[in-house]
């Protein structure tokens, strides 16, 4: 099958799940009015709570929300075929992403603008918003351990790709001094570094000497490391403790002085990968080589489909988004419809073309089943296909393939390097407020909470056990990741449930998407955390079983709580603007 | 056309600036918030040698009072000669 008739199957359905079923919700559910007065000029303050054009907020939204994630899953779901990751990516975003995002943000504009933790609280109580503070903590926890092995995995796969990348840290700070001290424009500065990026990217790619390969440095793969490690253990091991250096540094200084001038030359090259992979797929027309369903998977695909692509179907990681800035910045609420349900297509744009992209790459059918030969390997060759599809496609549209892998590593770095410090910074934040909560003042401090994020990150990535040898534990997280932001998003389409039952409305589009992706976590983490990491499992491993183990019990504690609620009768319904 | 394209790079500065803007407005408003907290400084107990003159500003900055209190996190004015609410 052509992949331009998947792509455009794919793109069919999206605008059709946009032209009517977000009608429908935007309509007879949410009931979005024109006249309602939203947070942002209710509480504008020039600050957080500003009235933005709709176009400008989903520009801002859609790359907040885009990372490496909706590319990574995709690729590593292949594995179970092309056809059960693309239903699940299209029937995902249309049916559950798009009513949780856009009703996480219609949500939270009715509620003052608050975040779904605070509205947790109040519709719930405290328990709620401790529950959703420690299931945030672990999705980050996991966030910052897969993207640290991502990292590493591709610094050491493409050393040409560590030049550019550190490149771009100065640059940022350039620019970020450049707009803030001197009140630049930042369009012209920041294309200028992206030049300058992919300047360095193409000679990096020709020249053997300016690559920063740790292992050839050792001897080679075979070659002896430290500690008695082989040489790319030790490369990773090198790489991760620099990352893990970088991000404390990079999550304690101010916003403005690096994370947001990196986040300008981000969206440049989120626009530039997404168009070279379109026009690439356009000019090349490649045949779908990945079989449709695999015959014979080591693993099922149910429930592990679904926990395998969280971003790029359904991600709770966007209610945060959504209900986090965006709601302040709504300037209609019927504009809520184009921001927080096309954010989501556009999510589901890039999981498409990442599908795309490994289910291309292979000469034949034989081909792909002898590289993805069983579940773990597909975690682990995953993200390298992705890179070499990407690179086939843009082949397609002339751009030497060596330089092309580069730079399609080098984009991939730089989504999962911003994760990476917007989440560590995230988890201080978290662990700060539970030591309000819990009255354990000293982790409220700045570079104690950062440190503990970063140590107990460390200790993740490094656990011994990966299947790959040392510094793979990102493999075995990604189920418990996909799991702990599947989990997320059940809670917020639980919020958005509850709320709606209290309108009196219909609240059946939000409680079957809950009921589906909370029974998938309860299976998956059933299945993973009792028949594989506990002491009697087939794959004994500690941490991995107490971390599966609290979020199994998390998500039932959820769903009882759900349950509860939402057969509650309540005496007067929810006040509209409460 | 050429009129479409300036308008497409002024919509992506804009979607670009936009976190930036927002940052910088906040770093005005911190100083502005710790410019207020020295002008009315013996609510944190240090005395203030020009109260008698800051008070002169009352009328023209209740209304900004108000919502610096409620950013500082306090419910009700903190001073009983300020009463916005």
Redesign the interface.
């Known amino acids: 099958m052509s992949g331009i008739l998947v792509a455009l199957v794919g793109m069919v359905v999206f605008a059709l799940g946009y032209r009517y079923y977000s009608k429908f919700v935007a309509e007879k559910i949410y009931r979005l009015d024109p006249n309602y007065v939203t947070p942002a000029h209710r509480y504008n303050?020039?600050?957080?709570f500003?009235p933005?054009?709709k176009?400008?907020?989903w520009?801002?939204h859609f790359?907040s929300v885009a990372g490496a994630a909706p590319i990574l899953g995709p690729a590593i779901a292949v594995y179970w075929g092309w056809l059960p990751a693309f239903l699940w990516v299209i029937i995902g975003t249309v049916f559950a992403a798009g009513v949780h995002d856009f009703g996480t943000l219609a949500l939270s504009v009715r509620n003052k603008g608050q975040s779904v933790g605070t509205i947790a609280d109040k519709l719930i109580g405290n328990r709620a918003k401790l529950l959703f503070l420690f299931i945030i903590l672990i999705l980050v926890l996991m966030v910052n351990a897969v993207f640290a092995w991502v990292i590493a995995n591709l610094f050491i796969n493409y050393p040409a790709s560590v030049l550019p990348v550190f490149i771009q840290i100065p640059l940022a700070i350039w620019i970020g001094y450049a707009?803030?001290k001197r009140k630049m424009?930042?369009?012209i500065p920041?294309i200028i570094a992206l030049a300058i990026m992919y300047l360095t990217a193409i000679f990096a790619s020709r020249f053997e000497f300016l690559q920063i390969n740790l292992v050839q440095y050792m001897g080679g793969a075979d070659g002896a490391g430290l500690f008695g490690l082989g040489a790319v253990s030790t490369a990773f091991l090198i790489w991760i403790v620099i990352l893990m250096v970088y991000v404390y540094i990079a999550s304690t200084l101010?916003?403005?002085k690096l994370l947001?001038?990196r986040?300008?030359i981000n969206?440049h090259q989120l626009v530039v990968g997404l168009a070279i992979l379109y026009l690439g797929l356009i000019f090349l027309n490649p045949e779908m080589t990945a079989p449709l369903v695999n015959e014979n998977p080591d693993r099922n695909w149910l429930p592990l489909l679904f926990i395998t692509i969280a971003c790029g179907a359904i991600s709770g990681f966007h209610g945060l988004v959504s209900s986090g800035t965006t709601s302040k910045q709504l300037d209609k609420e019927t504009d809520a419809r184009f921001v927080g349900y096309f954010g989501a297509v556009g999510e589901g744009i890039l999981a498409l073309v990442s599908i795309i992209a490994v289910a291309t790459f292979f000469a034949n059918t034989d081909a792909f089943l002898a590289t993805y030969t069983s579940f773990t390997q597909a975690n682990a060759v995953g993200l390298g296909t992705f890179v070499e599809g990407a690179a086939k496609l843009a082949e397609g549209i002339a751009i030497p393939a060596d330089i092309a892998r580069t730079i399609v590593s080098i984009i991939v770095v730089s989504f999962a390097a911003t994760t990476l410090d917007t989440s560590v910074r995230l988890m201080r934040y978290i662990i700060a407020e539970l030591g309000v909560e819990y009255n354990v003042p000293v982790i409220t401090k700045k570079h104690v909470a950062t440190s503990i994020a970063v140590v107990s990150s460390s200790a993740l990535v490094l656990i011994p056990e990966g299947p790959n040898g040392f510094g793979s534990g990102g493999y075995l997280i990604w189920p418990l990741f996909g799991t702990a932001n599947q989990l997320l998003a059940g809670i917020s389409l639980m919020l958005i449930a509850i709320w709606l039952k209290r309108l009196g409305r219909n609240y059946a589009v939000a409680l079957i998407p809950m009921i589906f992706l909370m029974f998938m976590t309860m299976y998956a983490m059933f299945q993973q955390v009792f028949f594989e990491w506990s002491w009697f499992g087939s794959n004994s491993n500690t941490l991995l079983f107490v971390l599966g183990a609290i979020i199994f019990v998390f998500a039932i504690w959820i769903a009882l709580t759900a349950f509860s609620t939402l057969t509650k009768k309540y005496d007067e319904p929810l006040d509209k603007d409460n | 056309m050429l009129e479409k394209l300036k308008q497409l790079i002024a919509f992506y500065e804009e979607v670009l600036s936009m976190p930036h803007r927002q940052e910088i407005a906040r770093e005005l408003r911190n100083e502005d918030d710790f410019f207020l907290l020295l002008l009315y400084s013996e609510m944190i107990g240090i005395p203030n040698p020009v109260y008698y003159y800051t008070l002169e500003l009352y009328p023209y900055m209740i209304e900004r009072f108000h919502d610096w209190h409620l950013r500082m996190g306090m419910e009700k004015s903190p001073m009983t000669g300020i009463r916005c609410c």
Not at chain 1, 45 to 48: M, R
């Open positions: 303050d020039g600050v957080d500003v933005t054009n176009f400008v907020l520009g801002h790359t707009a803030y424009k930042m369009l920041s101010p916003v403005w947001q001038p986040d300008f969206s």
